[in-house]
């Protein structure tokens, strides 16, 4: 009797082991590291375009066509339709906004509204990992800021829809340091301002000086002011882009472990409080991020802390006069951006402070609306996948988006 029993441990043992594995294999295969393969799998059209920026750097741009569907099943041309931009944040890239699945990310809710859908991607992350005449080897390369991103990246990124789409305006959505690049495009371009239709920026990173962020407050007024240390790091990258080693990293995070060892790898970046956070979207979270990019980025949005300013980055006095022939570098202009903007914020977003947004608020010229997250506990990641973000977020960034369009076809 105890041998049978024996038995029937080891034959229960054994099948809850190839559960397991069977579960880990699972989430080895859904585990996506490449923007048009997820969508391939999420079932939508995809094409993958290429810029050259003025100085040298190649970027990826991901684009959701609305196609012509024959009545044989095949597809045709590529439909005219109202264009919709969307930036990620900080070391991050087009992916985040793919990560809610094939129902509920806001590019294929856009893309069932009839939009076509771009996605944009900035020097340093995993797309865009080239340059004409640098190397990711060579210390130039990485230094750059988002002022970079926003002067260079986006007017190259944002020429070529137009002429690729054939519109003359467009939608914007961005995440986060997507913001901090809008808002400093059209500043120092405010040309720009007049390809904008709208503009929706989630918990938006310009003033930063009341950030809750212990990287911040620790490493901040070191980072943030022109010393040996700081110098020294200006031409370094700040993650690996390594998808296998991502992949690796992802696995602490499947659905039979506990989700905790995953989550306090985004403490330095969302702070502690994760209980609106989608657990089962770590995974893929943690695959495609960080997706690479510059200290020199972090670093700057150090100075604006230390600072207390929304300005273009300081070199020290000497460098900054022949940078900028001042001895302090200038503020953005943010009366420039003429932009319809909405701006999504939470009370208690660890990066973006409530007093930040609204100094932010009282600079810009054309603010339609300003809208706080309900939740006390919503954090700064729970605008890409916290529970609750299409219904409150995404739906209404779709419904004001139908409703410009309805009123100009009027």
């Given at each position: 009797?105890?041998?049978?029993?024996?038995?029937?441990?080891?034959?229960?043992?054994?099948?809850?082991?190839?559960?397991?594995?069977?579960?880990?294999?699972?989430?080895?295969?859904?585990?996506?590291?490449d923007a048009v393969r997820r969508i391939q799998h999420d079932g939508y059209n995809v094409e993958r375009h290429t810029v050259i920026t003025k100085d040298g750097y190649v970027l990826t741009l991901h684009r959701i066509p609305q196609v012509q569907l024959h009545e044989n099943g095949t597809l045709g041309t590529v439909l005219r339709r109202p264009v919709?931009?969307?930036?990620?944040?900080?070391?991050?890239?087009?992916?985040?906004?793919?990560?809610?699945?094939?129902?509920?990310?806001?590019?294929?809710?856009?893309?069932?509204?009839?939009?076509?859908?771009?996605?944009?991607?900035?020097?340093?992350?995993?797309?865009?990992?080239?340059?004409?005449?640098?190397?990711?080897?060579?210390?130039?390369f990485w230094n750059f800021s988002w002022h970079e991103m926003s002067v260079y990246d986006m007017p190259a990124q944002i020429d070529y829809v137009l002429r690729t789409s054939g519109v003359a305006r467009m939608h914007f959505v961005g995440i986060s340091q997507g913001g901090t690049v809008f808002l400093v495009l059209n500043s120092m371009l405010p040309q720009y301002n007049a390809v904008f239709k709208t503009a929706t920026l989630l918990a938006p990173v310009a003033y930063v000086s009341n950030t809750q962020s212990g990287l911040a407050k620790i490493i901040g007024p070191v980072l943030g002011t022109r010393n040996y240390v700081s110098k020294m790091l200006e031409g370094i990258e700040m993650f690996s882009t390594n998808k296998f080693?991502?992949?690796?990293?992802?696995?602490?995070?499947?659905?039979?472990?506990?989700?905790?060892?995953?989550?306090?790898?985004?403490?330095?970046?969302?702070?502690?409080?994760?209980?609106?956070?989608?657990?089962?979207?770590?995974?893929?979270?943690?695959?495609?991020?960080?997706?690479?990019?510059?200290?020199?980025?972090?670093?700057?949005?150090?100075?604006?802390?230390?600072s207390t300013k929304f300005r273009q980055y300081d070199y020290g006095p000497e460098r900054n006069w022949l940078h900028y022939q001042q001895l302090e570098p200038p503020e953005y202009a943010l009366e420039n951006v003429s932009t319809p903007i909405t701006i999504f914020f939470a009370e208690n977003d660890y990066i973006v402070a409530p007093a930040d947004i609204w100094r932010l608020v009282s600079r810009l010229p054309n603010v339609e609306a300003v809208y706080k997250v309900p939740w006390k506990r919503w954090n700064h990641f729970d605008f890409i996948c916290g529970f609750g973000v299409r219904e409150y977020i995404f739906d209404n960034i779709v419904l004001s988006m139908n409703r410009y369009e309805q009123r100009r076809r009027r």
């Open positions: 009797m105890r041998s049978l029993r024996l038995g029937l441990d080891v034959v229960m043992l054994a099948l809850l082991l190839r559960q397991v594995l069977a579960t880990i294999r699972h989430s080895r295969e859904i585990i996506i590291t919709v931009f969307l930036l990620s944040g900080l070391y991050a890239s087009s992916d985040v906004w793919l990560l809610n699945g094939r129902e509920d990310s806001l590019a294929y809710l856009l893309w069932r509204a009839g939009y076509d859908v771009w996605l944009g991607n900035n020097r340093g992350n995993i797309y865009c990992r080239h340059n004409l005449w640098l190397n990711t080897t060579e210390r130039e080693f991502k992949k690796f990293l992802s696995m602490t995070c499947l659905e039979n472990e506990k989700p905790l060892v995953c989550i306090t790898r985004l403490w330095p970046a969302v702070g502690y409080d994760t209980r609106f956070l989608n657990k089962t979207l770590l995974p893929d979270l943690m695959a495609n991020f960080p997706a690479g990019g510059s200290v020199k980025q972090l670093m700057h949005y150090f100075q604006g802390y230390v």
